[in-house]
């Protein structure tokens, strides 16, 4: 049984969303989320801070480490990841068998954070109730994983033309915002499916 889940993640809005979202996602235990400043923060110190946890991580905690993919290449980022967890002796969903017990488990946002949020746009209009509830329906925005052009840079102009953060997106204030209204069964965006997915498998598997 999970007692309790270590979620470490690139950057301070996506620990806002998380901190809405975890408690409808997980069914037993708690969690504790780890923000660090930027993506490149979290990858060089990823190794020391695993190499940390695997020198008394109890049998029923586990990790999870977030990371968007913003221009890597996923494969590669995946495999970096699991290789310093690997070298820090701790064991991942993707190198044990299936049902099989593991301690961390690495996942990669498709695009950012924000894809999550064009996944459940009513979420969105609840939050900002002046953006138009169409948005789904239009080209370019069917698939939330697929939006070209930067996800945060298209939902800013969104929001902008509707007169939410004319100086600028406050995606910290942002996260908030709409992930308090995020309901995670009628998200669209697989990566987000992808979380939730993880998430489940942690429970079943400690």
Do not use: H
Not at 59 to 77: G, P, T
Not at 110 to 119: D, Q, R, T, Y
Not at 145 to 173: C, V
Request: one cysteine or more.
């Amino acid at each position: 049984m999970l007692e309790r889940l270590i979620v470490l993640v690139e950057e301070p809005s996506m620990e806002a969303a998380l901190e809405a979202l975890l408690p409808r996602l997980l069914t037993q235990g708690d969690f504790e989320i780890r923000a660090f400043q930027c993506k490149d923060e979290l990858l060089k110190r990823l190794p020391e801070r695993l190499r940390g946890y695997a020198q008394w991580l109890p049998e029923n905690w586990a990790i999870l480490v977030l990371l968007d993919r913003d221009d890597s290449d996923c494969l590669k980022l995946k495999q970096t990841l699991e290789q310093m967890a690997t070298e820090a002796g701790l064991l991942t969903k993707t190198t044990v068998g299936a049902g099989q017990r593991f301690q961390v488990v690495n996942r990669i946002v498709v695009e950012e954070l924000e894809s999550w949020f064009f996944g459940d746009w009513s979420a969105v209009c609840a939050a900002y109730p002046r953006v138009p509830a169409t948005i789904p329906k239009k080209d370019g925005f069917r698939d939330p994983d697929a939006i070209r052009g930067g996800t945060w840079e298209q939902l800013e102009r969104i929001l902008q033309r509707a007169g939410y953060f004319s100086t600028g997106l406050r995606k910290y204030e942002l996260a908030r915002a709409v992930s308090a209204n995020m309901l995670p069964e009628r998200n669209t965006s697989r990566s987000f499916q992808v979380l939730c997915e993880a998430v489940a498998t942690t429970e079943q598997c400690l």
